[in-house]
């Protein structure tokens, strides 16, 4: 059974840091790309950020110089760094693993920026 579980999530204020962590099991996790997601209320589902089995990264415009993903692939975890946020940045925060067709979700945590 594949499960992903997100952790990390919370109130915060701009300006402020939170960490997100994804516990994966249940995969071959080096055979598989990882990726955040969020979602608001009304809104699709959108890409924050993501990365292969190595070190290639891509992040969404919104996010670029803010946010960091890594993994640890002897854990099988993978994690957001998030800096500077913003009251847009407030969002359910999904975990994501992806291999050719086949494609993995988390529960969701939620992030929320506001003073």
């Known amino acids: 059974q594949v499960q992903l579980v997100e952790s990390g999530g919370g109130l915060v204020q701009p300006g402020g840091s939170l960490r997100l962590s994804c516990a994966v099991s249940?995969?071959?996790?080096?055979?598989?790309?990882m990726g955040w997601y969020r979602q608001t209320p009304g809104k699709q589902r959108e890409f924050v950020a993501a990365?292969?089995?190595?070190?290639?990264?891509s992040y969404a415009d919104s996010v670029k110089g803010r946010f960091t993903i890594s993994r640890d692939n002897a854990k099988n975890m993978v994690y957001l760094q998030m800096n500077n946020l913003k009251p847009e940045d407030t969002a359910v925060y999904y975990c994501?693993?992806?291999?050719?067709?086949?494609?993995?979700w988390g529960q969701g945590t939620q992030v929320t920026v506001s003073s």
């Open positions: 249940g995969i071959i996790f080096n055979d598989y790309g």
């Open positions: 990365m292969g089995s190595g070190e290639a990264r």
């Open positions: 994501n693993a992806h291999r050719f067709v086949q494609n993995y």
